[in-house]
T-cell receptor, first 113, second 115 residues
Framework: NAGVTQTPKFQVLKTGQSMTLQCAQD?????MYWYRQDPGMGLRLIYY???????DKGEVPNGYNVSRLNKREFSLRLESAAPSQTSVYFC????????????FGPGTRLTVT | AQKITQTQPGMFVQEKEAVTLDCTYD???????LFWYKQPSSGEMIFLIY??????QNATEGRYSLNFQKARKSANLVISASQLGDSAMYFC????????????FGTGTRLTVIP
């Protein structure tokens, strides 16, 4: 029972390169989230998926796209990376709207040079 | 708009002493949840404690308790009998049961436990 897994753990990109961050969960949770954490700040919501087949923008969606591939997997894509996207990215899950605890993955540390 | 404020960028506490980490929030929604997360230097987010806005009693989880003062819109975390392993960043967060059900985070407090 791995919980929430994220790949890769670390990544360095050059400006303009693209990449996809992967998130997978084995808890059968309905909702999945992508947050970013910048130095000196709390986590901010990029995109979320309330259930399989749906995705919606969060607070800071510009420069990102997402795919809810199935109930288990939720990916975050940077089409043309910019230095402002240097951050730590967290995936999180929520069983349903009656639940209260979100479960977080270990994070992906991304640096864009 | 909702807002979470943590005014203490850093705190120090002696080992075995208690410490209070402050959190205030602002919302007009009557239904919300308040959370505290711990982020050690390894980077993962660890859930500590939850308080619902309609809960009559303050939440407790082991050495953690949440001092919930609804009228003052504060949700302070109290850690009793501090241990060296408590040294970490602590984030206060809020969630609503409408919309995205996502967490809104404060900027965090770095706690250092001194031996």
């Amino acid at each position: 029972n791995a919980g929430v897994t994220q790949t890769p753990k670390f990544q360095v990109l050059k400006t303009g390169q693209s990449m996809t961050l992967q998130c997978a969960q084995d808890m059968n949770h309905n909702s999945m989230y992508w947050y970013r954490q910048d130095p000196g700040m709390g986590l901010r919501l990029i995109y979320y998926s309330a259930s399989e087949g749906t995705t919606d923008k969060g607070e800071v969606p510009n420069g990102y796209n997402v795919s809810r591939l199935n109930k288990r997997e939720f990916s975050l894509r940077l089409e043309s990376a910019a230095p402002s996207q240097t951050s730590v990215y967290f995936c999180a899950t929520l069983r349903d709207i009656l639940s209260y605890e979100q479960y977080f993955g270990p994070g992906t540390r991304l640096t864009v040079t | 708009a909702q807002k979470i404020t943590q005014t203490q960028p850093g705190m120090f506490v002696q080992e075995k002493e208690a410490v209070t980490l402050d959190c205030t929030y602002d919302t007009s929604d009557p239904s919300y949840g308040l959370f505290w997360y711990k982020q050690p230097s390894s980077g993962e987010m660890i859930f500590l404690i939850y308080q619902g806005s309609y809960d009559q009693q303050n939440a407790t989880e082991g050495r953690y308790s949440l001092n919930f003062q609804k009228a003052r819109k504060s949700a302070n975390l109290v850690i009793s009998a501090s241990q060296l392993g408590d040294s970490a960043m602590y984030f206060c967060a809020m969630r609503f049961k409408t919309g995205a059900n996502n967490l809104f985070f404060g900027t965090g407090t770095r706690l250092t436990v001194i031996p």
